[in-house]
């Protein structure tokens, strides 16, 4: 494909967004605009069905009505996973009482090593709010491939391993529409904007 058409094709696909945009607002409807990249309508996430670290079984459906903000990491990750969770914790101390319709969900893509107990104790260590989800290997490779999510095991020189894996949050929707991909950079303000932007959805 030539630089020409690939632009062209781009320009085309930015104008029907303006348009669509523009049809919205003639009805009265805005849009909202996030400071992440817009995703609506991808319906990420619909095959996700894992276990939470009480033992029940949970598919997105179970959390209708709040905005969802799904990570996929792992308990041993040194850097990446902390610092995410750490910025989810600030934002849910900026979004005051409306955090009570936000539910933060960590994936966790190294399931032989983070049992429910390992999981639970580490993310109610950043938000007594905060679920972990794992199960078999299978169920973790489905709900990251529903969400596009990629995660792959890395050998380490004293022969143990760590996980490489997506670093971004996804957010849903009340209705459990996958809406903004941020990257785990974008910080706290942004993040607790496009949040806002959901609920008042």
């Not at 104008?15 to 607002?25: D, E, H, I, Q, R």
């Not at 003639?26 to 670290?53: H, N, V, Y």
């Not at 995660?151 to 380490?156: E, I, V």
């Amino acid at each position: 494909m030539s630089v020409f058409s690939a632009s062209r094709r781009l320009a085309l696909r930015f104008g029907a967004a303006a348009a669509f945009t523009a049809a919205l607002a003639a009805c009265g409807e805005s849009a909202p605009t996030f400071k992440g990249s817009d995703i609506s309508g991808t319906q990420l996430g619909r095959g996700m069905e894992l276990t939470d670290t009480n033992g029940k079984t949970r598919q997105l459906s179970d959390f209708a009505g709040k905005v969802v903000v799904v990570f996929f990491g792992f308990t041993q990750c040194p850097d990446v996973c902390p610092t995410s969770l750490a910025e989810l914790t600030e934002v849910m101390k900026k979004l005051g009482p409306d955090a009570e319709r936000v539910q933060v969900l960590l994936i966790t893509v190294d399931p032989e090593r983070d049992t429910q107990d390992v999981l639970k104790q580490y993310v109610t260590a950043f938000d007594p709010r905060f679920l972990g989800l794992t199960g078999t290997p299978d169920q973790v490779k489905k709900a990251a491939a529903s969400f596009k999510a990629y995660y792959a095991k890395a050998p380490t020189k004293d022969g143990n391993y760590t996980m490489d894996h997506t670093a971004a949050f996804y957010l849903l929707d009340g209705k459990g529409e996958s809406r903004v991909l941020a990257n785990n950079n974008l910080g706290v303000d942004a993040l607790t904007h496009d949040i806002k932007a959901l609920l008042k959805g």
